[in-house]
């Protein structure tokens, strides 16, 4: 048995109906050259059914002791494991377009997993338009945290186009193929490097907290400089009220040079180009509303710990609090002041390790379990909102010859932060999943426009020439062909606007010279 930690602990206390603690993501593949849909679907579902010896967490079920909850839990095999009930194959309603598929993913993203099962859920979903189907799979918090659970996915598929697996994607033997992909240390030489960090760690570790945690205090009486914290000054908005479990999912993607190219003609990274597009986008959608505050919004940045290779931690993240600058009209300087908050956040973090990085989160977080239990999460949210950067594979993927066009995230809304937004860099694009609570955010689809407005917004404030994003019609990379034919037949349609136009003014001068 496997014991979880505090943190893997806490996303289960926290759960609650109206806030589903699980992640996961909606994948889009186009099928093989010459492939019955029907028939291959029924093939991938029947391989993934297959598996004998199971990698974590499908076959882990969680083991409450005698104390429940308050007491230690852990991962245990799960001996009536019932593959059929995890595995479900669903098909979309016609016309069969990506807003039926967003619409069904909204609602399987809002049920609870059970408890009394493994903590996951896979759904193959066909009915798609251009030959193509989706895979949305769903894993609790408690197993994985995002980057574990593109470790888990990228497990499942492979670089090659012509590779067909003979094993279950969720076997060990899957597992052990994407390992040795990696070129990780093998697990003797992985525990001795643990138990050298462990040591030095005992002597380090008082002195790098103690330094973080002054910042952090430093941060609350004003001397921070551009250090943010959660729960300090945090405004409240149409974001951040009390959620119900109904949820709404949308998604886009990007070119990765487009957003890349702005974080590098102002100084700054992918992220920082990705936060500000994303507080651009926040700013038109509250102005919209009405209800842009006049204080900043603040987002949690979370940040990977993990080590390169790390398939066996189920949460191994950290937590920068990052001031969106949505205030500040200008988006250079709400770039800036983006750029200058992450780096300070960054700072706090660099001389800590990945034990020490973890316990100052929980140290960070300890009002969360005081509020939460007294219902006053949302009328004092940590956050705005959270904003999370997960890389995924460089390489084109696929799964027994299926095209993996995209990998679009969809993670947790909780009770006083009703969006969350997530991306997947993959395959030189960038896929947004926005996840929001239905009920408090209901035209929470126009939040993609306004990404795209505030990306266009960054170019035009540096000299960039924009190109449309890619959208969701035949493939997520190309919807660009329908835009094409409508410029193409634009002009006709003015000139010929035009035209009736002048007709129509030729004809009231000949009315008025008749009258006249």
Known sequence: MKKLSIIDAAFLMMESRETPMHTGSFNLFTLPKGADEQ???????DGLRTADELQSPF????????????????????????????????????PGRFRESFALVSRLHGTLLDRNRPLWEMHLIEGLPERQFAVYAKFHHAALDGVGTAHLLQ?????????????????????DRYVATLGVDAPAERELRNVAEALKATFDSSANLLGALRKYVGAWTGSGGSLVVPWQNVPHSAINTKVDG????????????????????????????????????????LQN???????????????????????D???????????????????????????ASMEAGKDTFNNLSPSEASLFL?????????????????????????????????????????????????????????????????????????????RSLPQVQRFIDYLEDALV??????????????????????????????????????????AKAKAKAKAKAKTRSRAD
């Open 39 to 45: 028939e291959f679907l029924h093939g991938l579902a």
């Open 362 to 438: 929980q140290l960070q977080q300890l009002p969360a379990l005081l509020l939460l239990p007294l219902g006053l999460a949302s009328r004092f949210p940590p956050y705005s909102t959270v904003i999370s950067n997960v890389p995924g594979p460089r390489q084109t993927m696929y799964w027994n010859g299926a095209r993996l066009e995209g990998i679009y995230p969809t993670s947790i809304v909780s009770e006083g932060i009703a969006m969350n937004i997530t991306l997947v860099t993959y395959d030189q694009q960038v896929h947004f999943g926005i996840m929001a609570c239905r």
């Open 457 to 498: 917004e960054l170019e035009d404030a540096v000299g960039i020439s924009s190109q449309p994003p890619a959208k969701h019609k035949a493939k997520p990379r190309a919807k660009a062909k329908p835009k094409a034919a409508a410029k193409k037949s634009a002009p006709r349609a003015k000139a010929k606007a035009k």
């Open 246 to 285: 109904a949820r709404r999912f949308v998604a886009q993607s990007w070119p990765f040079a487009r957003i890349r190219a702005v974080g590098k003609e102002l100084d700054g990274t992918f992220n920082d180009a990705a936060l500000a597009m994303s507080a651009g986008a926040l700013r038109t959608f």
């Open 155 to 175: 497990s499942m598929w492979s670089t090659d186009p012509d590779e067909r697996i003979h094993y279950s994607p969720l076997s060990m033997a899957a597992r």
């Open 59 to 94: 076959g882990e079920k969680l083991k409450v002791g005698p104390r429940g909850m308050l007491g230690p839990l852990y991962w245990e095999k799960d001996t009536s494991l019932d593959l059929d009930y995890h595995i479900r194959h669903s098909a979309l309603p016609k």
């Open 313 to 339: 931690s189920s949460n191994a993240i950290g937590a920068i609090s990052a001031d969106l600058a949505t205030n500040i009209a200008d988006p250079v300087k709400r770039f800036r002041a983006i750029k």
């Open 289 to 311: 509303h009405g209800e842009l505050p006049r204080e900043s919004l603040k987002s949690m940045v979370p940040v990977s710990l993990r080590r390169p290779g790390d398939m």
